[in-house]
């Protein structure tokens, strides 16, 4: 591994969009579950749900405010890192991304002062439509993010001339072959990524004997949400595997660790890929099974990735193991759907303590299995920008020193340090107050010392640190 | 003239539009960043990040339109430009993360709230400033070859841009300023009041010196402007901002307190439209022009479908937002 401008813009983009993706993961759902309180306090006006809310929209703040500022860096980064991609590209991707912006980010941000500062400001009605917006301008923002993005992976609808990208159909740009698969797989993990969220520190207060009023309305909700999508979740992942055999074969080899490929195919649950040697050490594999899964026969053909020149082979190892992590979370995530069924039929939901603490232990999943899922489709694109027409290696920007990728890379490296340790710091303190039961009127003196005035927001507790 | 050069015409409009949209509404918050530790009292800097709280992130999203719409539009522009300015780029987002963040985490703080504090007014600083020294950069024009930035890491350093980094956080600093006036009370409204006429006559004379300047170390934009019958053409811009001084001056005198803001902004956008004037048509200084640079006529038309009726939308959301958070922001009784 050579420590290049292009090394190190790469290692400087998977860190960046890694530590970004995590915001947007939690708070797509985040925003429905808001919406969804909004709407049943909205309807029904019980306070419990406005107090559960309010909850919520504290940490979903700091979280969307995290995903704001390294979301501005991702938007920049194309053209500072990757000019020359963004010169090839432009004509295709940036219509897609200032989509993004027009109908998605602003939708977003001007919405987003409404629901967090304007709760005593405007009707209840719109205090709803304003959560409402936020909510719709995720899945918004989901829609043109992944579709630019799956059109890196099957590129559609486009002629090149000189060089660069030419549309000749935005149809077949933006609902690009692998575009409708990503995008149900990569929101329905959004929603799973949250709900376990809500589940384990629901699960968290109930051992403790915390807010049993709010609880059992987020954990049973969250759960039950949990139990529709984990198993559609496995559908999903299947159907999107299929698509990619079929338009990307090398990852499918890469995914499976199949170095021959052909006919009934074993199932390799482990495995030491070697690259140099083009072999598995130490594999164990079920056989038959992985044609099974691919071909739904048992003597179906799969791709080995011997099958491609070895300049154009994703890196094995990798995407070998982080598609079994992905895999692996994806099947616990099944067994808790499972464990709620189970235990709301018997009416044991809120006296199982060992099923709380699995759900403690399940909180931090969706945010691994999202990671491991991204490495996977991403890296197993290499070494394609552009499946099969632009190499990575092609798109780096010309001018760019080994010294000024390693400054902004070491850069990075420590602010999101500091803002993540910060961030994540200030919403365990919030989590350990818990929602806060009704204040309606603070005293003057009170407000003069939150030192923020009369807001939903910033009851006279807002200080969430310890006084030293 | 070609159909689809007017197309480009219209996209260099709307480019343009979400720059200065984007200078005039982080400008001020930006500029409130500036004076932030120079206000009087704690409970006075609680006040001046409250009048912004619910809209920064909004002002801040234009940013993001303005690298979108480059993207889209002109992406050789894009592709030109970002590297070129590769390491001040890199400390505004830096900046900007660490301001962003201050925003939540500074009234969640207690014992560290001091360095929310100072990462509110460094973030503000530091991102204006490079803001400005990128701008002065931009004017002084990029070496490309083969659609590519070949310049060093630290072409964009010069003593015009320092000139105009300078110029710019005096800028928003007023802007910040007379935002002040308009939304706030009491002593915190008085002190902006005090501000307010050196701070103008700082920004004055960066104006007067970044016009004198550039004409002169340029003969191309020389000629542009002291050419006859250019000269006359463009005789409004320095007419108009002569007037709007001299209405600002009234205004602070009489304590009007939304006149300041308005003619602030007026200021920004004279400024803007002479650079406009100065560097017309191109979109990299020297000579790469819109046309050159723009993206092809079937990628701006999909583009132009979709504008057409979002941005109008956008703006009256915009006012929506603003309309629900208006009046005074006092320390105990904002927000009522």
């Known amino acids: ?468 | 003239m070609e159909w689809w050069q007017d197309l480009t015409l219209i996209w260099t409009g709307i480019v343009a539009f979400a720059i200065i949209m984007y200078v005039l509404m982080d400008g001020f918050d930006l500029g409130l960043g500036i004076l932030f530790p120079f206000a009087g009292r704690d409970t006075d800097r609680d006040v001046m990040m409250n009048t912004v709280a619910p809209v920064w992130d909004f002002n801040e999203t234009w940013l993001i339109l303005g690298g979108a719409g480059l993207f889209a539009a002109f992406p050789l522009a894009y592709a030109v430009i970002l590297p070129a300015l590769y390491l001040p780029l890199l400390a505004m987002l830096i900046a900007l993360i660490f301001r962003g963040v201050a925003f939540e985490f500074r009234f969640k703080a207690k014992s560290s709230r001091y360095l929310w504090d100072a990462s509110f007014h460094f973030g503000s600083l530091i991102a204006t400033f490079v803001q400005g020294m990128a701008l002065g950069a931009f004017i002084q024009g990029f070496d490309v070859e083969n659609r590519a930035y070949v310049g060093g890491n630290f072409d964009w350093f010069s003593i015009f841009s320092l000139l105009t980094g300078m110029a710019l956080v005096a800028g928003y600093a007023l802007l910040g300023c007379t935002w002040l006036i308009w939304r706030t009370e009491g002593s915190l409204q008085e002190w902006a009041y005090k501000l307010s006429k050196p701070l103008f006559l700082a920004v004055i004379g960066f104006i007067a010196l970044v016009s004198v300047w550039t004409p002169l170390a340029n003969q191309t934009i020389a000629d542009r402007w002291f050419s006859w019958p250019n000269i006359l053409y463009l005789s409004p811009v320095p007419i108009l901002t002569a007037a709007l001084a001299l209405l600002y001056w009234r205004a602070i005198n009489k304590r009007n307190e939304v006149q300041p803001f308005a003619l602030s902004m007026g200021l920004f956008i004279l400024s803007f439209a002479g650079l406009a004037v100065s560097l017309w048509p191109n979109v990299i200084p020297p000579n790469i022009s819109i046309w050159d640079a723009a993206s092809p006529p079937e990628t701006q038309e999909f583009l132009l479908v979709g504008m057409a009726f979002l941005i109008p939308t956008i703006v009256v959301y915009t006012i929506y937002s603003y309309y629900v958070f208006r009046g005074k922001i006092g320390e105990d009784a904002g927000y009522h």
């Not at chain 1, 500072?80 to 912006?101: A, F, K, M």
């Not at chain 1, 935005?170 to 709900?195: C, G, I, K, Q």
């Not at chain 1, 099958?307 to 808790?336: C, H, K, S």
Request: proline share 5%; hydrophobic share 50%; net charge negative.
């Open chain 1, 1 to 468: 591994m050579d420590i290049d401008p292009l090394m190190l813009s790469r290692i400087q983009f998977a860190f960046t969009i890694s530590f970004h993706i995590l915001f947007p993961a939690f708070t797509i759902g985040l925003a429905n579950w808001i919406m969804v309180l909004e709407g049943l306090w909205l309807k029904t006006g019980r306070d419990v749900y406005r107090r559960l809310s309010e909850f919520w929209t504290k940490i979903f703040a700091i979280s969307f405010g995290m995903g704001v500022v390294s979301g501005i860096v991702m938007s920049y980064q194309f053209g500072t890192n990757w000019s020359r991609w963004s010169d090839i590209t432009g004509n295709v991707l940036g219509p897609l991304i200032q989509y993004e912006v027009v109908t998605a980010f602003f939708l977003e941000a001007a919405f987003l002062g409404i629901l967090l500062f304007g709760r005593s400001k405007v009707p209840r009605g719109m205090h709803f439509f304003a959560a409402s917006m936020v909510a719709i301008g995720t899945i918004i923002s989901s829609f043109w993010i992944l579709s630019s993005n799956s059109w890196l992976h099957t590129p559609a609808g486009f002629e090149i001339r000189d060089g660069r990208f030419f549309v000749t159909s935005w149809w077949e740009v933006v609902f690009n072959p692998s575009f409708p698969y990503r995008l149900a797989h990569m929101v329905t993990a959004a929603f799973l990524t949250t709900s376990f969220v809500i589940a384990g520190i629901s699960a968290w207060y109930i051992l403790k004997g915390r807010f049993a009023e709010y609880t059992r309305i987020s954990f049973g909700m969250s759960l039950g949400l949990i139990a529709i999508l984990a198993p559609l979740q496995i559908l999903l992942g299947d159907l999107h595997g299929l698509k990619t055999m079929e338009v990307q074969p090398a990852k499918i080899a890469a995914m499976e660790g199949h170095w021959e490929g052909g006919e009934g195919a074993p199932l390799i649950l482990f495995a030491w890929p070697d690259m140099e040697a083009e072999e598995n050490h130490y594999e164990i594999g079920i056989p038959y099974l992985s044609s099974l899964i691919l071909t739904h026969e048992l003597e179906g053909e799969v791709p080995g990735l011997k099958e491609f020149a070895p300049e154009d082979r994703p890196y094995m190892p990798i995407v070998f193991w982080t598609f079994r992590i992905m895999v692996g979370i994806g099947f616990l995530m099944l067994f808790v759907a499972i464990g709620f069924v189970f235990l709301s039929w018997r009416r044991r939901l809120y006296d199982s303590s060992w099923f709380h603490w699995i759900c403690v232990a399940m909180t931090p999943a969706g945010f691994v299995a999202i990671l491991a899922g991204w490495f996977t489709t991403e890296i197993g694109r290499q070494p394609w920008m552009v499946q099969g027409l632009v190499r990575t290696a092609d798109g780096v920007t010309p001018s760019l020193t080994t010294g000024a990728a390693l400054t902004s890379l070491l850069t990075f490296l420590v602010t999101y340090a500091l803002i993540f340790t910060a961030g994540t710091y200030y919403i365990l303190r919030l989590l350990q107050l818990g929602p806060q039961p009704h204040r309606e009127e603070t005293t003057h003196q009170a407000r003069q010392e939150a030192g923020r005035p009369k807001r939903p927001m910033s009851v006279p507790d807002e200080r969430i640190e310890p006084a030293e």
